[in-house]
């Protein structure tokens, strides 16, 4: 863009220069118009103005046996210029003539002569011009007069004090004139130039004013950056249509850690109030039973608290790993054990597959752990107790470890989001409590590792959750 406004820039001041140029070319070429229609020879050379062959014709006028003639070339020229001639001798009596019209006198008076000379004294279609010829220190005057009407002779006398001030008028007039040009087209460039911009910071205005609705037509020398605005314009309104979704998704997810976080409080709460009324009389396998509860209620809302500080974490990149090589089969089966000798997923069916025995990795034991314990959780949360969850190892160059289930399968909408912080998908079932960041955390620790981690899944037909590491053999 930089070289089409340079380009446009250096095209208006060659632009304005040439008009300037024209101009006075205009001008003196008028002035020469003029002057040829004041002076009838300004645009005649010096060897072919009607002047300069009365001036000339003196080589033509001879003399043969004391009579004045003119030679033939001096005819030829004088049938070819449509011109004639007298002579006349110092009393101003003709003693030649040639081609002389009707009506001419045949002696001339000094000032017969000088009228002649500067006035039109025969016609309107002939002027006349006046040279002399010495011969034998004899002088002779002589008249040629050229019937052409388009040579005219005026006499001109002048002040030189007045050339000097039309000049200076004039020259000022010149300079006057080309500066209002040059400021004419300048205006006409500089309004082309700042209209567009007048647009462009009024659009910069209203997109900090967030207003983000608007459409530039992209043209001109700035059509480049009127997409650009049209493009920031656009990624503006999406950030602000998913910055909105994203608040409510934390205000939907505040609301839900709220009420999961105050059902345990409640719990804890009240068996510690029962438990300390002394009205109540409880049995010691009551108190086991309550303090039981109690250890329950508050393992799962340290549970919660440690979700958030792991998420807040690993999302601001302030999360040391902590890697050692490990064997990824023993972490997984150990994991998948683990799972089902919980009571609450003891009914569970959990299938576990390797391609070998021992697989190193270079990983945080565990916060891998974490993550292949979160994405079980939400195949197990997500579906009935009939569905089967599959978790495989698979050594290549990268390692792949998949969990996969058969069960309802997500929603296209809801797997866009499966990752994101705050989000619960549509189809959670009853044992599906906490603080919502599984997912997402599963995701940042895999992310973590440099690894990836991908999800494909059909309605009815099941997910599968691949994650791929760098193997170290």
Known sequence: MKWRLTGRFLLSVVLIVS????????????????????????????????????????????????????????????????????????????????????GVKEKYTPLDIVQMYKYNEIDHYTTVYISEKKVNNEYYSYFM????????????????????????????????????????????????????LILLIDGIKR??????????????????????????????????????????MKEEWVGNISHDIKTPLASIQGYAEMM????????????????????????????????????????????????????????????VIDTLNDASYANRNIEFQFSDDIIKLDVDELLVRRAISNLIYNAIVHNDEAVVIKVSVEKSQPTVIRVEDTGKGIKKEDLERIFDRYYRGTNTGELHKGSGLGMAIAHDIILAHGGEIHVNSRIGEGTKIEIVLDSLV
């Open 19 to 102: 008009l300037v140029v024209f101009f006075n070319i205009l001008l003196i070429v008028g002035v020469f118009i003029v002057q040829s229609a004041s002076g009838g020879a300004a645009f005649h050379g010096e060897e072919t103005s009607a002047e300069a062959v009365t001036k000339r014709f003196q080589e033509q006028i001879v003399t043969s046996n004391q009579q004045v003639m003119i030679t033939e070339k001096g005819k030829e020229e004088l049938i070819k210029n449509k011109a004639w001639i007298q002579v006349l001798d110092a009393d101003g009596k003709v003693i030649y003539g040639y081609r002389t019209p009707e």
């Open 207 to 248: 997109l900090a004013n967030k207003d983000y609705q608007m459409n530039f037509a992209p043209k001109g020398i700035y059509k480049d950056v009127f997409y650009n605005i049209n493009y920031l314009s656009d990624e503006l309104i999406a950030n602000e249509r998913e910055r909105k979704k994203l608040d409510t």
């Open 145 to 196: 007069g050229f019937e052409n009407p388009y040579i005219q002779r005026k006499v001109l006398s002048y002040d030189i004090r007045d050339l000097v001030k039309l000049f200076n008028v004039g020259s000022i007039l010149i300079l006057v004139i080309d500066g209002l040009i040059a400021l004419f087209i300048g205006y006409l460039f500089s309004k082309r130039l700042t209209q567009p």
């Open 276 to 335: 300390k009324d002394a009205e109540y009389q409880f049995s010691l396998e009551e108190m086991r039973e309550y303090a039981e509860i109690i250890e329950r209620k508050s393992l799962y809302l340290k549970e919660v608290i440690e979700d958030l500080n792991l998420s807040t974490r690993l999302k601001n990149n302030k999360l040391t790993l902590n890697k050692k090589r490990i064997n990824i089969v023993t972490l997984l089966r150990n994991i």
